[in-house]
């Protein structure tokens, strides 16, 4: 069992940026592929970011790419996603989820522990 803990989130306007975390327990953090989905209201829970084990791979949703970076420091059990020239229609709540296999990055049913959320809100 792993606990993901997001945080980070929070009102800002168009252009500005911020930065998430993900704090997870466990003792076999490196291990873990991880992901960042998020969710507005009314629509489906939608892929953004994902990162392997190592760090020496990284995805992105066309509709962030150029803008958001994800990373991790195994060392914190903790992953980032520094989000830079954000637009409203990033405006969503932010999940961070946990892979202990092997999947298909971009699909929710991959993951396997996922946080509670954190909001992020853009205004124009």
């Known amino acids: 069992q792993v606990h993901v803990v997001e945080s980070g989130g929070g009102l800002v306007q168009a252009g500005d940026s911020l930065r998430l975390s993900c704090a997870a327990s466990g003792r076999t953090f490196s291990s873990y592929a991880m992901g960042w989905f998020r969710q507005a209201p009314g629509k489906e829970r939608e892929f953004v970011s994902h990162i392997t084990r190592n760090g020496g791979n990284t995805y992105y949703a066309d509709s962030v790419k150029g803008r958001f970076t994800i990373s991790r420091d195994n060392a914190k059990n903790t992953v980032f996603l520094q989000m830079n020239s954000l637009k409203p229609e990033d405006t969503a709540v932010y999940y961070c989820?946990?892979?202990?296999?092997?999947?298909?990055?971009?699909?929710?049913?991959?993951?396997?522990?996922w946080g509670q959320g954190t909001q992020v809100t853009v205004s124009s």
């Open positions: 989820a946990v892979v202990r296999y092997s999947g298909r990055y971009y699909a929710t049913d991959t993951y396997d522990y």
